[in-house]
């Protein structure tokens, strides 16, 4: 089945060492997110690529970082995690082109669980 | 700017009773809204939308939801729940415009079926 992949589904990582969480699909989707949840909250949306545009949100902070380097792949770097960073980290993708509007879902990871020691 | 609101942080259930969870939403224009359930250690599963039409929107597992414009509202219903459908829900809404918008979520409503 088509989906989208996050590997590690648990990573664990000590405070203040540079660590990157993946995320592959195969729907060949041209937009793809990384949220950040903490305890059951709402998904709170780090930044997206459209395509190879990369957007990313006013809040987000400077320790976050995405490269996208393929359709299929997207890499979320956070450079120096800091305790407030333990958290599940979600990528999802959705299809987008122009001309049509944005009512596709988006679809989910599984996503990867970060633990900061 | 875009918001929703889903007013209950838990709904309690039996099974094999009515469930509804709810939503509301304040977007300019007419808007595009979402139900996603999250299970433990899951990412977010796409139930069901609305994007125009018939204001009954049915979706997967046996959910269903009304689309109500005047009061702004997206319930979510099953007619009989199960002790599986307990999990965590978020209602989302996104402006029709913009072709890579962006999602605003609820703050989440956990379901409990209970036996």
């Known amino acids: 089945d088509a989906m989208v992949i996050q590997n590690p589904r648990y990573q664990v990582t000590q405070f203040g060492k540079p660590v990157t969480l993946s995320c592959s699909q195969t729907l060949n989707h041209n937009v793809m997110y990384w949220y950040q949840q903490k305890s059951s909250q709402a998904p709170k949306l780090l930044f997206h690529?459209?395509?190879?545009?990369?957007?990313n949100e006013a809040d987000t902070p400077d320790n976050f970082q995405s490269r996208r380097p393929n359709t299929s792949f997207c890499f979320l770097d956070i450079r120096s995690p800091g305790l407030g960073d333990a958290a599940m980290y979600l990528c999802?993708?959705?299809?987008?082109?122009?001309?049509?509007?944005?009512?596709?879902?988006?679809?989910f990871g599984d996503g990867t669980r970060l633990s900061i020691l | 700017a875009q918001s929703v609101a889903q007013p209950e942080d838990q709904v309690n259930v039996a099974e094999g009773n009515p469930l509804t969870v709810k939503c509301t939403y304040s977007?300019?224009?007419?808007?595009?809204l979402f139900w996603y359930v999250q299970y433990p250690n899951r990412g977010l599963q796409f139930l069901l939308k609305y994007i125009t039409g018939d204001n009954l929107v049915k979706g997967s597992y046996g959910f269903e939801a009304e689309f109500n414009k005047s009061q702004t509202s997206f319930h979510l219903k099953k007619p009989s729940a199960l002790v599986s459908d307990s999990a965590l829900y978020f209602c989302a809404v996104r402006p029709p415009t913009g072709t890579a918008s962006k999602l605003t979520f609820g703050t989440g409503t956990r379901l409990q079926v209970t036996l």
């Open positions: 999802a993708t959705r299809v987008a082109a122009g001309g049509v509007s944005s009512n596709q879902p988006q679809h």
């Open positions: 977007v300019s224009g007419n808007p595009y």
């Open positions: 690529y459209y395509d190879k545009d990369f957007n």
